[in-house]
């Protein structure tokens, strides 16, 4: 049985619910931070059956004393951290930068870049203080290249990938690992109404993926928990796409 503790921000839908069921499989502790507080029940209850126990934590990234509060429940629930999963986020529909808002601005980089790098520097002392950490952020093909109508978004999610890179390098000798994962177009609850009510936006967003199908939850979560073994401790500073070949070239 795994016992390590570990961490999923936006943990009760999407990627992030996929990654808990995949960690409480392999009996990993498992912390959701989310906001979504109708959702929880149903997904502790979904994992009682697996060995590892899940608790819900409400806590809202945008807010700073949320987070501090966040990873004190951590501390004295379990008195160390292991893994983390930094996954919370959304994106703004594609339009031209100059068509941005300060408020999307302000979303956006509070969301993707601020709480990203809150939640790493409480994560990191846990970590440093235990002696072993291993960290995923979730960045994005928007992170490694980018494309009309994304400045913004892309913007952001280079900051996370170079974020992962630097903080890597900072804590190499610390038994840490820092490393992010950058995900294709994935079938989760935002995207699966478009099968019924647009369907063909629904079969352009599937073949937007080379392999001409969605990604789903689990197929991101599996690269995360391989990240968070013991046995993964050479793998640092790197970014990798799960994304069927989105970011290897034109097609």
């Known amino acids: 049985m795994c016992n390590k503790i570990a961490l999923v921000t936006g943990g009760l839908s999407g990627i992030g619910k996929g990654t808990v069921l995949e960690l409480s499989k392999k009996g990993y502790n498992v912390v959701i931070f989310d906001i979504q507080d109708d959702k929880a029940d149903k997904i502790i209850e979904e994992c009682k059956e697996y060995a590892g126990e899940v608790i819900y934590k409400h806590c809202d990234l945008f807010n700073s004393a949320d987070i501090r509060k966040g990873f ?44 990203h790098m809150m939640c790493m520097i409480y994560e990191l002392k846990m970590m440093k203080d235990n002696g072993f950490g291993r960290i995923v952020n979730t960045t994005s093909g928007a992170g490694l290249v980018s494309s009309k109508g994304m400045a913004l978004y892309s913007a952001c999610k280079h900051a996370i990938s170079g974020l992962t890179k630097a903080v890597a390098l900072d804590y ?80």
Do not use: H
């Open 72 to 115: 004190k429940f951590i501390k004295e629930k379990y008195g160390r951290l292991d893994c983390a999963f930094n996954n919370a986020g959304f994106g703004i529909l594609s339009k031209p930068f100059g068509e941005v808002t300060e408020k999307e601005i302000d979303m956006e980089l509070g969301i993707l870049v601020k709480a």
């Open 172 to 251: 190499a000798t610390n038994n840490i690992t820092v490393n992010a994962i950058a995900p294709g177009t994935i079938e989760t609850e935002l995207i699966l109404p478009y099968k019924e009510t647009n369907p063909d936006e629904y079969v352009k967003w599937a073949k937007a993926n080379p392999s001409g199908r969605f990604g789903q939850p689990y197929d991101i979560a599996r690269v995360v928990t391989f990240l968070f073994d013991e046995e993964s401790d050479f793998i640092n500073g790197i970014i990798i796409p799960v994304d069927s070949g989105s970011v290897a070239g034109t097609r």
